[in-house]
């Protein structure tokens, strides 16, 4: 059975940090390229970043280079995302999403709010 399970998330003054952890089982992780996406209520999910399967090479949306890191443990079959410098437009559900060949699985979300 395919998991993916968020934690880490909560709630956090403006400049603050978080990270994010996915914890994967079931399937072959190291082969997944790995990504966090967020979404806000009324709003389409929104890639965060990426973090590719070979290579390790890493993505990031514009609103988020230079604050947030992706990494992955793949001896962990884990996958991170460190938030600093957080803002209140952060604040949204973060899901974790893996892609294996032509299967795709999600988490279930985790939110963070950034407020004071």
């Known amino acids: 059975q395919v998991q993916l399970v968020e934690s880490g998330g909560g709630l956090v003054q403006p400049g603050g940090s978080l990270r994010l952890s996915c914890a994967a089982s079931?399937?072959?992780?190291?082969?997944?390229?790995m990504s966090w996406l967020r979404q806000t209520p009324g709003k389409e999910r929104e890639l965060v970043a990426t973090i590719s399967s070979a290579s390790g090479s890493r993505n990031y949306a514009d609103s988020v280079k230079g604050r947030f890191t992706i990494s992955r443990d793949n001896a962990k079959n884990t996958m991170y995302l460190q938030m600093n410098s957080l803002k209140a437009e952060d604040t949204a559900v973060y899901y974790c999403n893996a892609k294996a060949g032509w299967l795709e699985y999600w988490g279930q979300g985790t939110q963070v709010t950034v407020s004071s």
């Open positions: 079931g399937f072959t992780f190291r082969r997944a390229a």
